[in-house]
């Protein structure tokens, strides 16, 4: 309902901006101050139903544009990506936490180009397959930690964990060249709590602080911890990074990673310490928590729809057999699980409001003014559950997706963006740059975790399917599964060594 939404609001005020021709805003809701706390896409969902696909609110001082339509969203942010690529400049998460640098964070300007360009360099799908026996060989840690918790499916396992940690290494090799063995590792406590805090603290309407000026020069708890954050991410990938410099100062062969391109490019880019820890902090700061969050919800929604599960294994075992485990070369062949992925991604986005957009200049769309440094926002949440691109939009179902040949990235291109596959990683100018990585990542965790498990609720501990826990990053609220291999080759492959060179942060 919008009214447990809704914490505070005024009609005093005019809510309505005019052009010098006359173009009003977008209709919305008469709210001066509206501020949309838990579950706030539920709130945006029944005002698109109401005021239509681009409409505008208030939140404090701060016009939002809502966009909730394919067309509408590539007209705006890919047509006209130059006027509507910029960011709003929070206060909690632009200048407390991020100081205005890293890429998500930077104003549409050329400090962000130079920094997407940079991170383009380790990210692209060629990149990628230069990381690709790290990604291959993280897969098969998750399976064998999953396994070796589950006690061979005997006790029920509870996988956040894991799954932070699968996708906590892939960013730490991506950047750093390094992983980590142990889940009690105080790096991935303390890197997985800087993730959670970042996301708790940073969702687009999650903070009052951020609409009401006064309140941000005040001491208050919200902004402690912003500054927290910040100091975390500057004491921890500040010393990562000073480990790989050490280690290219005494002439070790270093692997290519983001922080390696960064120190041997830092002179002729002209970076300091600060751009540095954020270009590499941001990577695990948004990489980590979404893709675990996708594996989450993964495995939440697998265990509650056991037909699909069959449907995947007898796949499985008709197009890879038992005998060996499906790898990156193999998605093409496996088309039902790539349905799931993607209907996984829809039906749970890690991010139901997109980081927002804010505008450049003064522009009229189809007679509606967007005033210039008017917050946009792509709402995931209303273009996911569009009935008329998605039928029956609620329901898990991996078949709308079948013959569905085009990775996330190639779709994200399509020239009709109503047959987009969906819209999990943002879109213009600003669209994730991780898309790749993201995709392997998810590809080898999900068809694998198929491949070695029968997956199941536990008796008596149902696993909601409509709450999480967050307000920005949005993964499941706790729970516990059951995962019993399915063959017996699954301890015999999770027992070959791995001739694989690995990183330690030992």
Known sequence: MISRTVLAESTSLSTNIVDKDGHSIPPGPLLRYAFLRKYPERALQAWAKKYGPLFSLWMGNQLFVIVSDPIIAKDLLVTNGAIFSSRKQYFMKNQTILHGRAITASSYDDRWRQHRRI???????????????????????????????????????????????YALNNMLSVSFATRTDSTDDPLVERALWLATEFMTLTGPTANIVDFIKPLQWIPTRTRSRGRAVYRGIMEVYGAMIERVRSRLDRGEDVPDCLVKTLILTQEKEKLDQEDLSMLSAVFTLGGVHSTAGVIQWFLALISAYPDVQKRAHAELDATIGRDSWPCA??????????????????????????????????????????PKDTAVILNCYGIHHN????????????????????????????????????????????????????????????????????????????????????????????????????????????????????????
Not at 141 to 153: D, T
Not at 338 to 346: F, L, M, N, P, Y
Not at 462 to 489: A, F, N, V
Request: charged residues 25%.
């Open 119 to 165: 991170a383009a360099s380790v990210l692209t799908a060629k990149a990628i397959d230069g990381y690709a026996h790290v990604l291959d060989y993280e897969a098969h840690i998750l399976i064998k930690s999953l396994y070796q918790a589950s006690q061979g499916g005997r006790q029920p396992v509870n996988p956040a964990h894991f799954c932070g940690r």
């Open 329 to 370: 070369s193999d998605e093409m062949r496996l088309p039902y699980i790539r349905a799931i992925i993607k209907e996984v991604e829809r039906a749970h986005s890690p991010f139901w409001l997109a980081t927002p957009h804010k505008l450049e200049q003064d522009f009229v769309y189809n007679g509606m003014f967007i």
């Open 387 to 506: 009935d008329t691109r998605y039928s029956d939009s609620f329901t898990f179902s991996p078949d709308r997706y079948l013959g569905n040949d085009l990775t996330c990235a190639e779709s994200a291109k399509l020239a009709d963006p109503t047959e987009r596959d969906h819209w999990a990683f943002g879109a213009g100018r600003r669209i994730c740059p991780g898309i790749h990585v993201a995709e392997r990542e998810l590809w080898l965790a999900i068809s694998r975790l198929l491949w070695a498990f029968e997956i199941q609720s536990v008796p008596g501990e149902p696993i909601s399917l409509d709450e999480y826990e967050g307000e920005s990053g949005r993964t499941p609220l706790p729970y516990r599964i059951i995962m019993r291999p399915r063959h017996e080759h699954v301890l015999t492959l999770l027992d070959v060594e791995e001739e694989v060179k690995l990183f330690s942060l030992q």
